[in-house]
């Protein structure tokens, strides 16, 4: 009887499905207190409920479960004991913290030519992270042995810590849906890669993969220079050169995971050939490797000691001014792309870079579209070499944060 299916429907027990909605929210929440606390946009209950709109009972049930789960640490606040910082009930708030080590996550970084892997926490605390070396001979079975090694090795350092993900970060490009690394240019005898697979059959984990730049933005607004920001750009410099883009403290993915790839605007037709197809990209004249041969040198060491001389030579000028005049090419279009809070810039040289940018950062504010309404700073990475390492475990607490992750409780609870 038609009339029969269609009205089946309303005989669903409501109850069933209302329960799955709260519990759905519950999570929700609970994610919420959680990134905002991890984020330091709030400290107490009653910063909570008004950073996200939620009553004080409802911050309350979350806190408390939390805390019975010895992830969120309730401590008296002895200081700050004016009057605005009183609570309700006349006494200052407790101040609440997340438990050190109580949320922990693996971190692979890939690079050219080495994997590390070290422990991360919710609040960014690591244990030392251990490298191994690529070799030549390096292919992919190499690699996801090394990788396994790796992860172990971490593992049995610290057995009592309770993990709730790997995150990897690695140089692509990648398929960061399909958790594959695709085919890397001069990248051993590496291509093609499954890296998502065999690692969550190995450990029961889930894995979760990006490239380095997302990874290291993300580090940056979660551990380092963009900690107060919800919109920041990071630019990397070593083998290639790209951006990490953050959104509304998200990262920008872009339809198939390959947004940021600014290192491949050209600047030049009819400029040197870049291995992408085109010619005269701006990362030929911004990358590390490039700078030092442009210059004629082999160390950022020694490019600083020259560019330290009274009367430097002519064409380690002449090597600098094409070098600087790329990067505001590439400065103002991000700008005018993304319209960042602040532009970090990273994987490079820190001495090399500082000497250069107050003039980077002044030539951008003042050539980008809509100079005059907003300033954007330019600062270095705070977390340098290390930017993709914590970034790793990064992509894995945006997932907690997210609530697609659940957290080392009972799902009912
Ligand atoms: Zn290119």
Redesign the pocket.
Known sequence: MPGYDMTRESFVPQPKKASKNMQFLKNSNRSAVLCALALKKASNRTELASYLNLTRMAISNIVNELRDHAIILEVSSAENESESEHGPNGRPPKQLTLADWSITVICINIRRYSVSCMLMDINGNTRPPVTRCLPAHADNAFLMDTIIQLIEEVQQAFPQVPIIGIGVSSIGPLDIYQKHLLNPPDFRNIRNVDIGAPLEARFHLPVYLDNDMNCSALAELYFGAGISCRDLVFLGFSAGVGAGVIMNEKILHGFGGFAGEV??I?INPIGPP?????NG?I??YTRGENILANAGVVSFEELNALLEQKNPPRFVLNSIKQYIDAMHTLMVAVANSYDPNIMILGDIDIAFINRFLPDLEEYMNSHMLNHGYKHIKVIPSALAEAASLYGAGSIVLQRVFEGELPLPIPAGG
């Open positions: 290192g491949h050209s870049c291995p992408c197809g085109q990209c990362e030929l």
